[in-house]
């Protein structure tokens, strides 16, 4: 059976969260998880860009706490699914190497 991109439900404006929940398609959840998806796409073509294996790595790590912050995002809060979370040695490792880019 082929996938189909269609639902067949109608819409109405609304999207549905991983949990089920309905909002509008305007909410700010649903907004912020696009502009996740958009930087993600962005960091991805950069991590291809660059030649330097320790800058890929560094953006291979943003590109995976981007998709876990936009499943957080993309999830219902209510249903509480269990999700990584972000930790502090993730926002440690951004601020070392925001530094040691301000440096070069």
Do not use: C
Not at 29 to 38: C, L, N, Q, S
Not at 67 to 90: C, I, R, V
Request: net charge negative; hydrophobic share 35%; aromatic share 6%.
């Amino acid at each position: 059976m082929a996938f189909r991109i269609y639902t067949k439900t109608g819409d109405r404006g609304e999207t549905a969260l991983f949990g089920g929940r309905r909002v509008s398609k305007s909410h700010l959840r649903v907004d912020a998880y696009g502009t996740i998806d958009e930087l993600n796409s962005f960091v991805g073509w950069l991590r291809d860009s660059v030649e330097q294996s320790h800058v890929r790595e560094v953006l291979m790590h943003i590109q995976q706490r981007l998709f876990t912050l936009g499943a957080h995002l993309a999830s219902d809060p209510e249903k509480h699914p269990p999700l990584p979370d972000l930790t502090p040695g993730d926002i440690e490792l951004l601020e070392q190497e925001i530094d040691a880019m301000d440096h070069q």
